[in-house]
Structure formats: C-alpha cells, structure tokens
C-alpha cells in the first residue's frame, strides 16, 4: 500500500480500537451526520448504532432524516430506498446520455448542504446488487421492478467464474457485471466493478468542486447468504475496490465485508470454491438476519467501525 496520511480504511483491524477513542473526538462525532443509503441491507447500518448505544450510552446516536445541527448525539440519517441504480449504473452510459438518476445523489448532498444540515459521511450501502442469483431474485421480483437476470454470462478466462449481479438502470439492461471493461465480452454488460468506483469518484470530485464539507466514501458488500461461486466472483470484486484504495492515496474505505468475516476474537470464517479459498460471514456475526440480513453481533461491529471511522474523518490520528 502506498504512504499516506489521507487515507482511511476501516475494516476488521479497526474494531476492537473504537474504545481507544478519545473523548474529545467523541464529541466531535456526535456533531456529525452519516447516511449509508441503499436496500435492505443498509438497515445494519442504523440499527447497529441504537445496540451499540443501548450497551453503552457514550455512543449516543439518533435514526432520523433532515435533522438539524446538534451536539448531543450522532445524526444517523435513514433516508429511502436506494438501489444500484440510484448509486452507479449510470455512469455506465456514454457521456451527454445519462439518465436522471446520475443527479440523484449528487441533488441530495446539495439540498442537505443548501438547508444547514449538511451530511458529513455518506457511502452506498450495498445489498446483494453485485452478486445476485436467479434464486436469490424471485424473492424481490414482486418488490423490485425489473430485477430479472437474463442470459448467463460466460466463463472468465481469468478468473473461471461466471459473473453474477444486478444491473437496474444500466444502458444495457439488467445484466451480470464484472470487473472492469474487459469483461463485456463475458457479460455484454457495460456495467462492471469499474463503473460504482466511477461514480464515486464523481461524487467526491462534485462535493470538492462546490466546497462541500460531505465525505464520499467507498464501500464492500454484504458477506452473507453466498457461497460457492456467487460468493467466490463476489470476494473477487470486493478486493478489485481494495485494491483500487490501495493505490489512491486520499480514499476512505467502509470495508462491511471484512468486518463481518471476522469474529471479535480475531478468528476468520473462510470457504472454498474450486480450490480458491475466500472469507464468508462468520456465524455469530450473521446469527438470526433480523437486522438487515445479519445479527446483532454482526450490527454492532459495523456499529463499532463506523465510529472509528467518523472519529477519524474528524481528526483523530487512530493512535
């Protein structure tokens, strides 16, 4: 990884340091509002910051949307639904031909900031968008318009996988996507792994152009529910966004894949696919899925990351 002093990544490493936090940059967080807005998965997210208070009331937080200014607790927005349509596919469209959903974010960041509660933190919070099944969709078939994969891809050449995931609102419909360009031969799909780091960064680039004190930040992915080679293609676009942080020097990464992989004794949960080990969801952390497909465990150290990270975002050295 290349030196930095920008660079922030919160992942497993990072969870057993939330208690280091000093109560200056506490204080700081609680001046703070974060939105990780996606599907259903992002509900860990929120809930795992009421545990967290609940367990311990210097955590102090509050669910909500478009709250005011406050230093009493953390403004934890709930906002709506907001799938891969909303977030990236967009950006897969030839310049001068994206849909209006390519403002959607972008328009949300300036009205918080234009009306005095602007949002400090704010990532997508992915659901099953980047490795989807056939199976797994006809459970949202009736809640999801168009969420339908067509043809297989083919075989990576590479990697030996199919890809799999949900393109809603790319130019070339609701296809698999994989990594980067190359992979439209194998998917015919212009979307891929590419296109969210993409809009990303189109999202920090607008937020810097207007002087906006928002954090864009990059996200991974669920952990659960996949194994085999849904979930091998899957670890695989999660490390090509790791990778791609490793070498940009100014990016901050919420890394909700590996900190779920792991339990608070350290201990990783792992499973294999053709000879290609790869860490899944540990079962403590996945526990019951009430809350946002995962379990309490498993909320309460994102819950625990995030405070980390939001401490840092404010200033703290981590040391």
């Known amino acids: 990884m290349l030196p930095t002093e920008n660079q922030i990544i919160a992942n497993h490493n990072v969870v057993a340091d939330f208690e280091k936090i000093p109560p200056y940059y506490l204080n700081k967080v609680k001046e703070m509002m974060t939105y990780f807005p996606g599907e259903s998965h992002s509900a860990a997210y929120r809930t795992g910051m009421q545990l967290l208070e609940k367990s311990d009331s210097a955590f102090a937080c509050n669910v909500g949307t478009r709250e005011l200014y406050t230093n009493k607790y953390l403004r934890v927005n709930a906002g709506g639904w907001t ?4 977030w990236f596919t967009w950006f897969a469209h030839p310049s001068g031909t994206r849909p209006e959903a390519s403002n959607t974010i972008k328009n949300l ?4 900031n234009d009306e005095g509660y602007p949002i400090h933190v704010i990532g997508f919070g992915w659901c099953w968008d980047l490795y989807s099944s056939p199976s797994r969709l006809k459970m949202y078939l009736n809640r999801i318009i168009g969420r339908t ?13 199919r890809w799999l995931g949900t393109s809603v609102g790319g130019p070339d419909g609701n ?3 994989g990594l980067d ?6 998917t015919a799909n212009r979307v891929c792994t590419d296109t969210y780091l993409g809009a990303t960064e189109e999202y920090i680039e607008f937020c810097k152009t207007n002087g906006y004190i928002t954090k864009v930040i990059f996200t991974t992915g669920p952990a659960d529910s996949y194994t085999g080679q849904a979930g091998y293609q899957g670890y695989l676009k999660h490390q090509y966004i790791r990778n791609y942080i490793a070498k940009n020097p100014s990016a901050i ?3 909700y894949n590996d900190i779920l992989c792991y339990d608070d004794d350290g201990t990783v949960t792992t499973t294999t696919w053709k000879g290609h080990i790869y860490p899944v969801i540990s079962p403590e952390n996945l526990g019951d899925g009430s809350i946002g497909h995962i379990g309490p465990k498993g909320a309460i150290r994102l819950a625990k990351a995030q405070w980390w990270l939001l401490a840092r975002i404010a200033g703290w050295d981590g040391n």
Not at 83 to 86: K, L, P, T, Y
Not at 109 to 112: L, V
Not at 152 to 159: E, H, M, Q
Not at 181 to 186: L, Q, R, T
């Open 149 to 161: 994969n067509r043809a297989r891809s083919k075989v990576d050449p590479v990697y030996g996988v």
């Open 175 to 177: 296809r698999q996507w």
């Open 181 to 186: 360009s190359d992979d439209y031969n194998e």
């Open 83 to 86: 799938g891969e349509d909303i």
């Open 109 to 112: 960041i300036k009205e918080y």
């Open 253 to 255: 990464l919420f890394d």
